[in-house]
């Protein structure tokens, strides 16, 4: 599973990139190479800033904390988490762009990254940063209201090619990666990119808010961050983007499985520092951040959200997040949103 659909993987010749992030991905943590990173003595020796550029309540937001608080009793010093929303996501990624690549700045680079700059929000790439962890792969979904009308995907589907328009949606930013999954979702179905319009928000939390409240009728968050809700029946889940249900909520019906287009698309969630960072801090990061995935309370954690422990070593995670920027700036052009 990775960023790209299969489709934009095939539009850029990715397939080789696709393939070796998904084994990666497959990979166990104790088979990740540790040589290198044991010789990584560096610790902070003050408090650490860990900037969330989406609000408080999230998944980018509760994976941040998790990591936070195990690095913080790791290595004795506060990791500060601080939501730096607004800017559809510009705003909290500059504010990690732009620190003093020390080692006192760290923060939560989604895959907005290769999102942002297509769309015309800002110079920023993921060249920008120095990744330091693959924190969360988080395939998106289709959620309701409990007293939505529509009991399927095909339902909906249907009723926003009579009425394009009319039906409004919410998730993230204006050209993020939530709404890159409904615009790219509607167009592989035939539909107009838009003919369920998109409301920005500054992250899942506040457009379920909305979603709840009546504001919009859909919302394409990640499936995780929508859990708790389904689980109490306050919304319901019309479709789960991804090749396998999640074992969580199992009767969740995946898009592979239901439409003729079997489009599928997934964020992810990456700890990574300001470019230009040394090497012995990013390495001493990143077998920290190792040792905390290999825990039973991480591990426990992500059950509990519905997700898997994953990992990738920092050289082919920078690859991956450059493959992921040119797969998604695909899609973005297939959908009218490039600028």
Known sequence: MTTMTRRACAARQTRRACAAAVATLAL???????????????????????????????????????????????????????????????????????????????????????????????????ASMTPLA?????????????????????????????RPGELTASGTSQGGIWHLALAGMLNAEGA???????????????????LMAGGVDVATPALSEGKALVESGEIRALAYMHDARMAALPDVPTTREILPSGWTLAAYITASGPAGMSDEIACSYEAAIAEAFKSQEWADFKAGRGSEVVSMPRAELTAFMQASDAALGEVIKAVGLAK
């Open 134 to 162: 693959l924190v969360d792969i988080v395939p998106s979904s289709v959620l309701v209201r409990k007293d939505s009308p529509y009991q399927t995907l095909g339902e909906l589907l249907a009723d926003a090619k009579a």
């Open 28 to 126: 166990p943590l104790a088979a990740l190479p540790v040589t290198a990173m044991a010789a990584c003595d560096w610790k902070p020796e003050r408090a650490v800033t860990y900037v969330v550029p989406w609000g408080a309540g999230g998944g980018t937001d509760a994976n941040s904390r998790m990591l936070a608080s195990m690095l913080e009793r790791a290595w004795g010093v506060p990791f500060n988490v601080v939501n730096r929303t607004g800017g559809n996501g510009v705003t909290g990624h500059s504010a990690i762009a732009t620190a003093a690549p020390d080692g006192y700045t760290i923060g939560a680079v989604t895959v907005e990254i290769n999102t942002m700059h297509w769309v015309g929000l800002t110079d920023m790439t993921s």
């Open 192 to 210: 107009a990119p838009d003919a369920i319009r998109w409301i920005p928000s500054q992250g899942a939390a506040p457009a379920l808010q909305e």
